[in-house]
Each structure stands twice: as structure tokens, then as C-alpha cells.
């Protein structure tokens, strides 16, 4: 019923697994968290975070949920405020209701109508592995193309 002390630190050694997409955690409305997030599942935000996020699933920030911050992520939908870059692995889909203000490197991006965006977008190419802002204007600039924001 219970584990021992020594099968603990092998539990605890997650960095081979694969992401579970059973598996979400969550930051309910009116909870806010400033510091380094960092999940190896989903992680969906209805409150505030301020700092970093870094999750090896996906990632959904609900019409609550504010962020304030560098996001990275396999995929995203965002339905609320984002503040800061976004560095998405596969999809990143703005919902009608999103606010986005900051950089996107992404591979594929989706805008519905009525979400706004507000900065530069790169994408197709892959995602840069070292998110360094001057490797990614000179690397970023050859491709690079600024979106425009849909109202």
C-alpha cells in the first residue's frame, strides 16, 4: 500500500517518460503564482501566473487566465491574456477571446477572429532550442514576417 523510501527516487525520475495526456494540472480563477512552473503533463490556467512557464504537454490558459511571462510548450490554445513570448513546439491556436502581446515562435499557428495579437511571429522553420533574443532577431529576421492583429 504504501511505496519505500528506496522506490522513491525512481518514481521521482520522470525526464524519460512521455507526457500523459490524462494528466492536467491546473490553476483555478482567482489563484494567482508568481515563479517557474515547469510540468510534464498539461497544464491549464484560469488564475494569474507571473514568471515562467515550461510544459512538456499542452498548455490551455482559459478566458480567466492571465500570464505574465516567457511560456514554452508542445501546444497551446489560449482563450485569455498572455503577456511575453510564447515558444510552442507544435500548434498554438488563439482563440476569439485571446490577447497575446509579446513574440511567437511557433510551427503552426491558428487566429480566429476577434483574438488579438500584438508582436512578431515566427514559425515553420522549428522551434529554436536556446530562446537567446539576439540569436533570435538575427536567425529569426530571415524568416520572420510581423502579423497583423485580427479585430
Known amino acids: 500500500m504504501f511505496r519505500s523510501e528506496k522506490s522513491a527516487p525512481a518514481a521521482m525520475n520522470k525526464s524519460a517518460e512521455t507526457v500523459n495526456p490524462g494528466k492536467i494540472n491546473s490553476i483555478m480563477e482567482g489563484t494567482s503564482l508568481v515563479g517557474e512552473i515547469q510540468s510534464d503533463s498539461n497544464l491549464r490556467v484560469d488564475g494569474r501566473v507571473k514568471g515562467t512557464i515550461n510544459v512538456r504537454g499542452r498548455l490551455i490558459v482559459g478566458q480567466s487566465g492571465v500570464i505574465e511571462?516567457?511560456?514554452?510548450?508542445?501546444?497551446?490554445?489560449i482563450e485569455g491574456t498572455v503577456l511575453g513570448r510564447v515558444n510552442c513546439q507544435d500548434l498554438l491556436s488563439l482563440k476569439a477571446t485571446a490577447k497575446l502581446q509579446g513574440d511567437i515562435n511557433t510551427k503552426k499557428l491558428a487566429i480566429e477572429p476577434g483574438a488579438v495579437f500584438t508582436g512578431n511571429c515566427s514559425m515553420g522553420g522549428g522551434v529554436l532550442k536556446e530562446m537567446d533574443p539576439v540569436r533570435l532577431r538575427t536567425e529569426g529576421a530571415r524568416t520572420e514576417q510581423p502579423a497583423q492583429a485580427v479585430r
Open 69 to 77: 511571462g516567457e511560456v514554452t510548450c508542445q501546444s497551446s490554445d
